[in-house]
């Protein structure tokens, strides 16, 4: 079985200061990972994804997340902050054999901007 | 491009009245399809997800239910709304059952 947790269902960080969301995930197999952005009223849209290459993944919109398998976490990153990154943003785990659609999605995290 | 479109994109409907929604993918070929409600404040739930025509597995018994007539057109459907119906409805697709989803804009549904 594979889970996602994620640590913080609220962020609140000041414009131009780093942004850390915080992912952890459990999976019986090597998992692919994900992590969306979703703006109020909008659908969900893919930042980037990890499929077992490079496990520094870089995303859109300067966002980027590291792939710790001693740990395992996919915590998502940026280094400043806009107040265009106000958003929820949800950490996701696929496997094989992981379920109906092969995926499961945390239930997400609220991140606010404070100018 | 694939493109992922849903219609209407807000709508207010009774209590007890039917409900259709559609999503059509543009741009790809056997696309698996996939139903999600995102109540207020919650996470995503899954609804429904096919991998081809006519064929839908249902996650949540509920009084809803999906089709797929056609390759890239998946609908959602009620016969009798109620109240916990509202919510926020996305369809999405992917190339395989465990690739990235992406997602449609998504239909606001207010039952009263």
């Known amino acids: 079985a594979q889970s996602v947790t994620q640590l913080d269902s609220h962020v609140s960080v000041s414009e131009g200061t780093p942004v850390l969301l915080r992912c952890n995930y459990s999976?019986?197999?090597?998992?692919?990972l994900f992590w969306y952005v979703q703006h109020p009223n909008k659908g969900l849209q893919l930042l980037l994804k990890y499929t077992s290459a490079a496990t520094l993944v870089k995303g859109i919109n300067g966002f980027e997340a590291e792939f710790k398998k001693s740990e395992t976490s996919f915590h998502l990153t940026k280094p400043s902050a806009h107040m265009s990154d106000a958003a929820e943003y949800f950490c996701v785990v696929s496997q094989s054999g992981g379920g109906a659609d092969g995926l499961t999605f945390g239930k997400g995290t609220h991140l606010i901007i404070q100018p | 491009s694939q493109t992922i479109h849903q219609w209407p994109a807000t709508l207010v409907q009774p209590v007890g009245s039917p409900l259709s929604l559609e999503c059509t993918v543009e741009?790809?070929?056997?696309?698996?399809l996939y139903w999600y409600r995102q109540a207020a404040g919650r996470g995503l739930q899954l609804l429904f997800y096919?991998?081809?025509?006519?064929?839908i597995s249902s996650e949540v018994p509920q009084n809803l239910s999906a089709s797929r007539p056609q390759d890239r057109q998946f609908i959602l459907s009620s016969k009798k709304l109620l109240l916990s119906d509202s919510g926020f409805y996305l369809c999405?697709?992917?190339?395989?059952?465990?690739?990235?989803?992406?997602f449609g804009p998504g239909t606001r549904l207010t039952v009263l």
């Open positions: 999976s019986s197999y090597s998992p692919s």
């Open positions: 741009g790809t070929s056997n696309p698996n």
């Open positions: 999405a697709w992917s190339g395989q059952p465990r690739d990235e989803q992406f």
């Open positions: 096919s991998v081809g025509i006519g064929q």
